[in-house]
């Protein structure tokens, strides 16, 4: 919940060197990139459809809130699932679920969308397990309300006024990622996502946030490098500078061999201690 990719309370730590089969130690270098390749393809269709029976009530959630922050004038940007469904897999035959819906608002509109959801029936999780904002470390909040079907883990609503791993001030995110938008259609109606450049921005960070073991995520960033040319990921790093977020942004990439690859291409700083963090 912390500041940038989240894993600053574990940098704070002394690196401990991941042991190699012959008793050294493994190098950041050695360590970063994960080929899927390596991975048996069912754990990783496994993971990228395990939610897919809720995406109906998902997709309904999302365009209730959608619609009750258009009511009171806030804009949003709808981020990863659906933009990610229908940009890197529908067009290619294949499906991906998800577990919650990611919306970006404003810092300014941050309290009117949250009496928006308030109303709506959801509870923020934050205050339920007592956890303050102190000196504004968090980017997003996680809002829960009961599911209909009560075999059915809540609804959850993560409102986002930052993106994690991007050290940017909060005022300054709406503005920069604003007009990277591109329209779905989702429930019957137009929701705003992130376009291209912006969904390869975030792919790469989210990635850095999660980590090498998170199998959905690096799937993703893989079907991201495989589909948009150097001149998407230019962008994108130009995007993540912006926000302050190159660090972030070149250590995502290095997770995957073609990343590290693509991120070479650009010209992306080192990030070892990141990597350590990772």
Not at 161 to 182: D, I, Q, S, T, Y
Request: a negative charge.
């Amino acid at each position: 919940l912390g500041r940038g990719v989240g894993f600053r309370d574990r940098a704070a730590d002394p690196p401990r060197p991941a042991a190699r089969p012959d008793g050294g130690s493994a190098q950041p270098s050695e360590r970063r990139a994960t080929d899927l390749t390596h991975r048996p393809e069912l754990d990783e269709f496994v993971a990228r459809v395990r939610n897919l029976p809720r995406q109906a009530e998902l997709d309904a959630a999302a365009v209730e809130v959608l619609d009750a922050f258009e009511s009171i004038g806030v804009e949003s940007l709808l981020l990863k699932g659906p933009a990610l469904a229908e940009t890197l897999y529908v067009v290619a035959g294949k499906h991906r679920g998800y577990c919650d819906v990611d919306l970006l608002v404003a810092l300014e509109d941050l309290p009117r969308a949250r009496s928006a959801l308030a109303e709506l029936g959801y509870a923020r999780l934050t205050d339920r397990l007592g956890i303050e904002n102190v000196g504004g470390v968090l980017h997003a909040e996680a809002w829960e309300r009961r599911s209909e079907r009560p075999d059915r883990q809540p609804l959850v609503i993560d409102l986002h006024w930052r993106l994690a791993g991007c050290e940017a001030p909060a005022p300054l995110v709406w503005g920069a990622v604003a007009p990277r938008r591109a329209l779905i259609e989702l429930g019957g109606r137009r929701a705003a996502v992130l376009d291209r450049v912006g969904l390869a921005m975030h792919l790469a960070t989210h990635a850095a946030q999660h980590g090498p073991d998170d199998l959905k995520t690096l799937a993703d960033l893989t079907r991201g490098l495989e589909r948009w040319p150097i001149e998407v990921w230019r962008s994108a790093a130009s995007l993540a500078a912006a926000l302050d977020g190159t660090a972030a942004f070149a250590a995502g990439l290095r997770l995957l061999p073609s990343g590290a690859k693509r991120a070479d291409e650009l010209g992306l700083p080192s990030t070892e201690e990141l990597d350590w963090a990772i």
